[in-house]
């Protein structure tokens, strides 16, 4: 049996990929499935914790047994529900691939081929970091766990990158996921490294995404000891 040892948390978990609108019938998006942030979530209920899943577009995924389930599509959606939401959880987990950048303007109709055989040119404007907004907005002992979905491998310069990624954006931990073919995104697997803002390092070997998921909760449950919380 799983440790009780979330009993007593409000926890906050972002999953799945947002997708951001160019007309009616098309749009921007990314490869998340959600089965990260869905294992997050399974895993937190599991242990004890009042779960809200707030789920940008998965694969069809059924909602997690003991989670209360917000469904967005997105990164501005997103933003909203996860920020009214933290604003009394006592840990919140970004799993979701939040679009960067959305079409500056979403066409009416949809936008169609020209004669001249040409090719329309699509203008992005950035989205909010939803991450960093939330570190900033936190409330006094809440835990705040970021994840990075960087391409190259452990010898080059994903754990550089991904150092530097969790100063900017402040968060108490930052899972690394090594991604690129067949890794991390989609399959049911996944693998990486968990940066602590205290300066560790600990390897997640590969496994199913529970195992990834439990080790995220072993961390936080770690890092609310050490702060007397
Ligand atoms: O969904 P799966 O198929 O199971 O795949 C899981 C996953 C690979 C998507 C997941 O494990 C993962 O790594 N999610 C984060 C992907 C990502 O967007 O990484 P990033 O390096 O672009 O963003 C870093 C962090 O900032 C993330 O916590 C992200 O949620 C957050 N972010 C990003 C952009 C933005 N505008 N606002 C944010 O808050």
Redesign the pocket.
Known sequence: ALPRDLEGLRVVI????TREPLDPVRYLG??????????LARVAAQRGAEVTLVAAH??DLPDPAGAAVVHVST?DQL?EVVRAESATADVVV???????FRPASRAEHKIKKSDDGGAPTVELV?????????VQARPPGQVV??????TGDAGGDVLHHARA?LKR?G?DL??V?A?GEGK????ED?S?WLLGADGTEVPIPLGA?AQ?AAAVWDAVVGLRKTQGV
């Open positions: 972002s999953a799945g990929g990314n490869r998340s499935s959600g089965k990260q942030g869905y294992a998965t694969v990164a933003s970004m799993a979701a691939a939040v679009a960067d950035r989205n909010p970091d939803i991450l960093a907004g939330l766990v970021g994840f990075a979905a960087e990624k954006k968060a930052l899972v996921n991604v991390a995104f989609e399959v996944n990486g995404k990834l």
